[in-house]
């Protein structure tokens, strides 16, 4: 399977580097030497080039390289806008994939909130991330904002147990989240930082 991914991953970027855009540091923005990006993904340094996607000087042969790729490939030069934030249902051409994502996304954190919010503070660091607290948007008992890639800013929303109510997890995307990643992708985005965050909650 390893090799799916990474044969994957390097037909899209011979993709992207067929036609490379002047301006894609820009777009992505990364820094450019070279050949080379260097940005932030997934909560590590990244180094992306035409040999192959990198993170931590380690050559990425799964999913997440493949979804860097991506990136790489479908980002446009706009700017974020974050609001007015959609669900992954409000997003256009999303309804194939709503039930998947709502899984990944959301219900398999809900037995770690209470865990997430204590180590909120490391969470949001490791994402270059902001807490949400007095933003537009932030709701529940506590609320941030993580970037697994630098266009695509996830804005969680937390609500711990109680005696009347169970915790519960929202994700909500950008406005114009599909200018940087196709659909699929974003849930697919979703599913590993999710991973990330309740490894990072947890350990």
Same mark, same amino acid.
């Given at each position: 399977?390893?090799?799916? /991914?990474?044969?994957?991953?390097? &037909?899209?970027?011979?993709?992207?580097?067929?036609?490379?855009?002047? !301006?894609?540091?820009? +777009?992505?923005?990364?820094?450019?030497? &070279? !050949?080379? /990006?260097? /940005? $932030?993904?997934?909560?590590?340094?990244?180094?992306? @080039?035409?040999?192959?996607?990198?993170?931590?000087?380690?050559?990425?042969?799964? %999913?997440?390289?493949?979804?860097?790729?991506?990136?790489?490939?479908?980002?446009?030069? !706009?700017?974020? $806008?974050?609001?007015?934030?959609? @669900?992954?249902?409000?997003?256009?051409?999303? +309804?194939?994939?709503?039930?998947?994502?709502?899984?990944?996304?959301?219900?398999?954190?809900?037995?770690?909130?209470?865990?997430? $919010?204590?180590?909120?503070?490391?969470?949001?660091?490791?994402?270059?991330? @902001?807490? &949400?607290?007095?933003?537009?948007?932030?709701?529940?008992?506590?609320?941030?904002?993580?970037?697994?890639?630098?266009?695509? %800013?996830?804005?969680?929303?937390?609500?711990?147990?109680? #005696?009347?109510?169970?915790?519960?997890?929202?994700?909500?995307?950008?406005? &114009?989240?599909?200018?940087?990643?196709?659909?699929?992708?974003?849930?697919?985005?979703?599913?590993?930082?999710?991973?990330?965050?309740? #490894?990072?909650?947890? @350990?």
């Amino acid at each position: 399977m390893a090799d799916q /991914f990474l044969e994957t991953q390097m &037909n899209y970027l011979k993709e992207l580097y067929k036609q490379c855009p002047d !301006d894609l540091e820009d +777009r992505m923005l990364a820094t450019r030497k &070279n !050949d080379a /990006f260097y /940005f $932030q993904a997934f909560g590590e340094p990244c180094c992306l @080039s035409s040999e192959g996607i990198f993170l931590n000087g380690e050559k990425v042969t799964g %999913p997440v390289g493949v979804l860097i790729a991506l990136y790489a490939l479908n980002v446009h030069n !706009d700017a974020v $806008q974050l609001y007015p934030l959609n @669900s992954f249902q409000q997003i256009m051409g999303s +309804r194939a994939y709503r039930s998947a994502s709502n899984s990944f996304s959301e219900k398999n954190m809900i037995p770690h909130v209470i865990s997430i $919010q204590s180590r909120k503070e490391k969470i949001i660091s490791f994402f270059d991330g @902001s807490d &949400n607290a007095g933003k537009e948007g932030g709701r529940g008992d506590f609320s941030f904002t993580l970037y697994p890639l630098p266009k695509v %800013p996830l804005f969680y929303n937390f609500y711990l147990p109680d #005696e009347e109510f169970s915790a519960s997890v929202t994700c909500l995307y950008a406005a &114009n989240a599909k200018s940087f990643l196709p659909v699929d992708t974003i849930g697919d985005v979703t599913e590993f930082t999710g991973r990330k965050i309740i #490894e990072l909650a947890t @350990s």
